[in-house]
Nanobody
Framework: QVQLVESGGGLVQAGGSLRLSCVAS????????MDWFRQAPGKERELVAA????????YYKNSVKGRFTISRDNAKNTGYLQMNSLKPEDTAVYYC????????????WGQGTQVTVSS
């Protein structure tokens, strides 16, 4: 089974930045999209950003547009989420996933990494 390993989470003050990474143990040939989800305590999991294999299609949740940037390096089997101008409401566990659609039909999930933004 493909394993996704996330890193880069942590505690940051409002306005700060974090860069999340998601490394796959092997190429995810059966999937086309790398997704980043987040889930705050007591809240439903929500899709934050997604990117197609080729990078030609990206999706961002409206509240993160202009602040977050999703990218991927297929040669390294790695996805990234650059998060700038972080807000307390961005606090959540962030999960990377690989799937066959934008935020749907996910086949593989990372373990999650905690992002905490203090005010």
């Amino acid at each position: 089974q493909v394993q996704l390993v996330e890193s880069g989470g942590g505690l940051v003050q409002a306005g700060g930045s974090l860069r999340l990474s998601c490394v796959a143990s092997e190429p995810t040939f059966s999937t086309n999209y790398m997704d980043w989800f987040r889930q705050a305590p007591g809240k439903e999991r929500e899709l934050v950003a997604a990117i197609a294999w080729s990078g030609d299609i990206t999706y961002y949740k409206n509240s993160v547009k202009g602040r977050f940037t999703i990218s991927r390096d297929n040669a390294k089997n790695t996805g990234y989420l650059q998060m700038n101008s972080l807000k307390p409401e961005d606090t959540a566990v962030y999960y990377c996933a690989a799937g066959r659609g934008i935020g749907i039909l996910t086949d593989y999930w990372g373990q999650g990494t905690q992002v905490t933004v203090s005010s």
